[in-house]
């Protein structure tokens, strides 16, 4: 029987040794490249999966949930375009016309049992379904802007803002540390702190706060940020929930709103001037800057997370129809790859039964 | 016909291969460094989607093309072992090449994704939407990606091992520029399975 492996009798023993080397050096290259590739080499560097461990270690585990906006209620409707926007993108969102939207409605924070409260990160989530089976997927909440330029400041953001074990609440001495070590968070947090609060979802503005790149038939780009304006008359919120009132209580008032009348919001359009940054959420442009109402976001009925399809998507903002791109905002690749692994997790997870459903409300 | 053995792959076969080695390598390493790097993520995950359609077009072709082509014989200095490894570790490449597209195809079906390959261009889903599919698609990925990796080391370092070590010239079997047959075949020399 031959031997399995044959070694030309001709090699000395050190060239053998020598080639030996070489395989050895060749394939242990080729592992070292893949192991420094996929970060294993560097375990301390920031990553998608250790900003998704941050918020499990500030907010606890809850399987099945989003790790952020875990508390959320979904809903169908339609939007419908007026055909404003068409000339400035050329997907077929911006044609005149109807097309179907699921979406969601949420808190920010992955606390999916929290009490309502008026000061809570709203939310609003849209997948916009276009019929050549493209999508647009947008995250948006009620805040004028982002508190953060980036992941970095995200994830530090995210530690120093978390109540303290001790107390349960935010350790003032942290915020303040954190604060001062970022202007451009220092030039946010004013304009967080004073947006008028509204008493319930249905009569609050939404913003894309990132930019986006709006693409024209000839490829034309045009620089846009998105806000839904609320068609319900803003009535402002008491500065605490009202002790009488349910857990639920701005979810509540949100189903019973859509049971009552489709609720609706304005899609409208700012639109950049050469110069204007377009990688920075933590600002806003000039008010001077165009607007265009592209069309209504019309609510038409609300779904619990456990029929709807929406619980099982990923409102990832880079998905993204031909005719808008993403701009070079550093957030926008940040949100794609964190809002992955949270959906990785969670979908593997039992599902738990989450806090607001549609039978609930009305008691 | 030609009924001599031959001492190379047939053309489309090896600039398959290296076409096909070049693309999957790209794909192995810009999946591992995807899944780890924020900044890149992105326009990362926009290039893994249409080159994984591509490389499941071209070993669908390469799949074909190798029930349709005569093999080279496996050179004479392979044991009997090690020509069944072999064999077996191409199946096991070949099933990896078209499964890991497919499961990456799925997988995206069933997390509800749009699988967009570029512009407006993209593929319907061939799943239903399902939360645990999507979750053990999406783990599968990721096992059978690093197997892929790792069964393609053990033929670079096979196919090293005979060319530094058994000097046996058995790269020219695959080599893209035509080479001459250096001696008759071994009389034991049978066509690869």
């Known amino acids: ?363 | 016909m030609d009924t001599k053995p031959r001492t190379q792959f047939a053309i489309q076969s090896r600039l398959l291969h290296w076409l096909m080695a070049v693309m999957i390598l790209a794909m192995l390493f810009i999946g591992v460094a995807m899944v780890s790097s924020l900044a890149d993520y992105r326009w990362l995950v926009a290039i893994h989607r249409p080159l994984g359609i591509a490389i499941l077009i071209l070993a669908i072709i390469r799949l074909i093309n190798r029930k349709l082509t005569k093999l080279p014989p496996f050179p004479p200095t392979m044991s009997p072992l090690e020509r069944r490894i072999a064999s077996s570790s191409e199946k096991l490449l070949y099933a990896l090449m078209i499964a890991l597209p497919l499961i990456g195809w799925g997988m995206l079906s069933a997390g509800h994704y749009p699988i967009v390959m570029f512009g407006a261009v993209h593929l319907p889903p061939i799943l239903p939407a399902h939360p645990m599919l999507f979750a053990i698609l999406r783990a599968a990925h990721t096992v059978l990606a690093y197997l892929l990796f790792a069964t393609i080391l053990a033929h670079v370092g096979a196919v090293l091992f005979h060319t530094l070590i058994v000097r046996d010239r058995i790269l020219d079997r695959m080599a893209l520029w035509p080479v001459r047959r250096q001696k008759a075949a071994d009389p034991d020399t049978k066509p690869a399975e």
């Open chain 1, 1 to 363: 029987m031959k031997p399995f492996l044959t070694i030309d009798p001709t090699l000395t023993r050190p060239a053998l040794l020598l080639r030996l080397a070489v395989i050895g050096l060749i394939l242990g290259g080729a592992v070292t490249l893949f192991a420094w590739r996929a970060g294993w080499l560097n375990p301390h560097t920031l990553t998608q999966k250790t900003v998704i461990d941050t918020f499990e270690k500030v907010d606890g585990v809850f399987p099945g949930f989003r790790r952020n906006h875990a508390k959320g209620v979904c809903f169908r409707g339609y939007f419908e375009s007026n055909g404003n926007a068409a000339a400035l993108s050329r997907s077929g969102v911006f044609l005149p016309g109807r097309i179907p939207v699921l979406g969601r409605f949420s808190f920010g924070g992955g606390l999916p049992y929290v009490a309502d409260a008026p000061a809570t990160v709203r939310a609003l989530a849209v997948q916009f379904q276009l019929p050549n089976g493209e999508e647009w997927r947008t995250a948006m909440i009620n805040l004028p802007v982002f508190p953060v330029q980036n992941v970095q400041q995200f994830a530090e953001q995210l530690v120093a803002f978390a109540p303290d074990p001790a107390t349960g609440k935010p350790d003032p001495a942290k915020i303040q540390a954190f604060v001062a070590a970022h202007p451009a968070t220092a030039r946010a947090l004013p304009l967080i702190q004073q947006r008028p609060i509204s008493s319930g979802f249905a009569d609050t503005p939404y913003y894309g706060l990132n930019a986006f790149t709006f693409l024209g038939k000839d490829g034309k780009p045009t620089p846009v940020r998105w806000t839904m304006v609320p068609e319900q008359p803003f009535q402002p919120s008491p500065a605490t929930a009202p002790a009488t009132l349910d857990k639920n209580y701005l979810f509540d008032g949100l189903i019973a709103a859509v049971r009552a009348a489709p609720q609706k919001w304005r899609l409208i359009l700012t639109l950049g001037q050469p110069g204007d940054p377009t990688n920075d959420a933590t600002i806003t442009w000039p008010d001077d800057r165009p607007k265009i109402d592209a069309g209504t976001l019309v609510v038409e009925q609300i779904e619990s997370e456990a029929v709807s399809p929406a619980r099982d998507m990923n409102f990832d903002p880079t998905i993204l129809p031909d005719g808008i791109a993403v701009s070079d905002d550093p957030l926008l690749s940040a949100r794609s790859a964190t809002y992955s692994v949270s959906f990785t997790r969670r979908e593997g997870e039992r599902k738990e039964p989450s806090a607001v459903t549609t039978a609930e409300t009305g008691k």
